[in-house]
C-alpha cells in the first residue's frame, strides 16, 4: 500500500523551494506540505533568541497538523540557530539546511570564496566552525544581504528582480578586500538561487552552489525503502500570516504544482 505522509518544507519565506525543485526530481511523487512564516517573514533581521523560541513551536504545530514522515528545515538561519532544539522537540527525522562551503572550497581555483547569507547566518559560529574544518586554505569573506531575500520573495509574487538590485547586493562581497578574486559564492540562504538568473547575469565569472541538491539526497537516503503514491498530487502551500503579499505568492505558486493555500 502506499504511503500519504507527505515531507514537510519549512522556512520563513518560500526560500526553501530552491530545496523542494532538487527533493521532487529524485521523489516525482512524494507529497509536499510547504510552510512559510510569513508572519515572522524575513528570519535573517531577527534576533537569534527569537528564532530559537519561535521555530521549535512552530514546527510542533505543524508536524502536529500534517503528521509528516520528515521535516526539513530549508531555511540556513533557522537550521544554524534552532536545529538542534528542534530535533530535541520533534519525533520525526528532521533535516536541516548548512551553507555549502566544503564543496565551494574543493571548487575554488583562487582560493578565495564568498558566503552569501542573511545577517543572522554569516555571523553564526556553525559558519566560523565549517570555514575552519572545510576552508583552512581559503580567505572566507562574507556578506548578509536581507535584500536579495526580499528581491526572491518579490519575484514570485510577480515583480521581477532587476540586474541592477542584484549587482548592488552581490558589491558586499566583492567590494571587500580580495573580493576581486572570488570564484565561487555560496548561497548560504536558500531564497537566493531563485534568483540564479541574475546573479549569473551579475557575475558570469563565478560559480554559486547551494545546498538544495545535498539535501535532496539526503531526504532520499532518509525514506529509502518507503512506500510513495503511485501519482503525485497537488502540494500544501502554509501560511503564517495571510495578505496581499501571500496572496500573489499563492497565485504564482498554484502553476508550479500547490492547489491547495491554508493558514496556520
Known sequence: MSDARPILFFDSGVG????????????????????????????????EAEIAARV?????????????????????TASTIALPAVRAALDVPVVGTVPAIKPAAAMSATRVIGVLGTEATVRQPYVDDLAARFAADCTVLRHGS??????????????VAPETAVAHELDGLFAQPGGDRIDVIVNACTHFPLLAAQMAAVAPGVRFVDGGP???????????????????????????????????????????????????
Open 56 to 76: 521549535p513551536a512552530l514546527l510542533g504545530r505543524l508536524v502536529e497538523r500534517y503528521r509528516p514522515r520528515l521535516a526539513v528545515i530549508a531555511c540556513n
Open 16 to 47: 526553501g523551494l530552491s530545496v523542494v525543485a532538487p527533493t521532487h526530481a529524485l521523489l516525482p511523487t512524494a507529497p509536499i506540505v510547504y510552510a512559510a512564516d510569513s508572519a515572522f517573514f524575513p528570519y535573517g533581521i531577527r534576533s
Open 214 to 264: 545535498g539535501i535532496a539526497r539526503r531526504i532520499a537516503s532518509l525514506t529509502e525503502g518507503q512506500s510513495w503514491p503511485r501519482r503525485a498530487a497537488p502540494g500544501t502551500l502554509v501560511f503564517t500570516a495571510g495578505g496581499e503579499r501571500e496572496s500573489r505568492i499563492a497565485a504564482t505558486l498554484s502553476g508550479r504544482g500547490f492547489g491547495k493555500t491554508e493558514l496556520l
Open 146 to 159: 536581507a535584500g536579495l531575500v526580499t528581491l526572491a520573495e518579490s519575484e514570485l509574487a510577480g515583480q
